[in-house]
């Protein structure tokens, strides 16, 4: 896939925890026993290999699509997201730390962010982010689909990330993915 990057480290259990996190929203958002009922549609093996994987995200992306509106994907996929191995946390303390330098300021911040070439923008309070690379494992030989149903597990993400950065809550939507062709993710960030 396009701008696809394997992270440095994928967990020996990573297909185990994906189940894991899927199972715990889905039981959030509706029941213990449907949750369940819906897992058993789609089973993944652990230690599956990237193509396994690959097949897997669009079957249960499809699978979520045939069961659910787009509002209730939404909020499971979002509740799906992982902390890369520790590294939401390291990424929101260096985020927080160049928040705090710009006196709290956010388009300081965007624009200190940008000399390194994070390409993140504002528009008017709201602010957009890039990501111009997807390291998401279960995604190493996803194929490009116009669905952004699996990707919204990155607004759970970048919500934990920003609301740790601002110390406010946010909501997060995600515009547009590499999964999709583009050549980076495009979310936007609005402090409420």
Not at 18 to 27: A, D, G, I, Q, V
Not at 127 to 147: A, D, N, W
Request: negative net charge; glycine residues 6%; charged residues 30%.
């Amino acid at each position: 896939m396009k701008n696809f990057n394997m992270p440095d480290f994928v967990s020996p259990t990573l297909e185990q925890e994906e189940m894991e996190r899927l199972k715990k929203s889905l039981t959030k958002h509706i029941s213990k026993k449907d949750a369940e009922e819906f897992l058993a549609l789609i089973p993944l093996a652990v230690n599956a290999g990237a193509d396994q994987r690959g097949l897997w995200v669009e079957n249960m992306c499809r699978a979520l699509e045939d069961h659910f509106d787009k509002e209730e994907i939404i909020e499971i996929r979002k509740d799906c997201y992982c902390d890369e191995n520790g590294r939401l946390q390291e990424a929101a303390k260096s985020l927080r730390e160049v928040y705090e330098s710009v006196g709290c300021d956010l388009e300081n911040m965007v624009a200190v962010l940008n000399e390194s070439g994070a390409g993140w923008y504002m528009e008017g309070k709201v602010l957009y982010t890039k990501m111009f690379v997807c390291e998401c494992p279960m995604l190493e030989q996803g194929r490009i689909h116009q669905s952004l149903t699996w990707c919204h597990c990155t607004a759970g993400y970048s919500k934990a990330l920003f609301e740790h950065i601002f110390e406010r809550p946010v909501e997060v939507e995600v515009l547009q993915s590499i999964k999709q062709g583009f050549d980076y993710c495009l979310m936007r960030v609005e402090i409420v």
